[in-house]
T-cell receptor, first 112, second 118 residues
């Protein structure tokens, strides 16, 4: 069985500050991918960043970066220089060869 | 980039009617499409996997006769909610993938369908 756990239902960050969203997962597969998706109020699913399990280097996409700790099965998302447009639900997801398995999500509030 | 089109975006209908939702891959052949359901303030839950030319695979607890899935071509999968009732009201999202592009490529999502049953 594969599970994805996001333990922070809500997070808040001030504009221009940095915030980290947590995610832990469990899988028996050795080859898998991890993703962070953003879902704004429009409910469109937007891919933020992806990480291949076989790569030790943490993925980075502009202001978004991950801290991938494979042994600990941890996959946190760091958002730097937070912007008002970053406010949304963020879902951590695991692809171990089948459909995506999503965490429960973290609602991110960005304050001016 | 790849685009998945989902229609309609919002539908309101009376209890007892059937509603069809379409999911199209616009610039690639999607041999596999996934259908998810999302309740307010909750995560996406996989309902079924749709494979072109074969029967869909449903997740445990999903009624096959209630949620009919057809994947007749490499670019189109449909989800029909039959005899819909208020408890079927939800947000339905499709996503598409293809082994030719690699199973581990990010799935491309449609914009979702908000279904409201009165």
């Amino acid at each position: 069985a594969q599970t994805v756990t996001q333990s922070q239902p809500e997070m808040s960050v001030q504009e221009a500050e940095t915030v980290t969203l947590s995610c832990t997962y469990d899988t028996s597969e050795s080859d898998y991918y991890l993703f962070w998706y953003k879902q704004p109020p429009s409910r469109q699913m937007i891919l933020v960043i992806r990480q291949e399990a076989y790569k030790q280097q943490n993925a980075t996409e502009n202001r978004f970066s991950v801290n991938f700790q494979k042994a600990a099965k941890s996959f946190s998302l760091k958002i730097s220089d937070s912007q008002l447009g970053d406010a949304a639900m963020y879902f951590c997801a695991l692809d171990a060869g089948y459909a995506l398995n999503f965490g429960k999500g973290t609602s991110l509030l960005v304050t001016p | 980039g790849a685009v998945v089109s989902q229609h309609p975006s919002w539908v309101i209908c009376k209890s007892g009617t059937s509603v069809k939702i379409e999911c199209r891959s616009l610039d690639f052949q999607a041999t596999t499409m996934f259908w998810y359901r999302q309740f307010p303030k909750q995560s996406l839950m996989l309902m079924a996997t749709s494979n072109e030319g074969s029967k869909a695979t449903y997740e445990q607890g999903v009624e096959k006769d209630k949620f009919l899935i057809n994947h007749a071509s490499l670019t189109l999968s449909t989800l029909t909610v039959t005899s819909a009732h208020p408890e079927d009201s939800s947000f339905y999202i499709c996503s598409a993938g293809t082994p030719q592009r690699g199973w581990r490529q990010p799935q491309h999502f449609g914009d979702g369908t908000r279904l409201s049953i009165l």
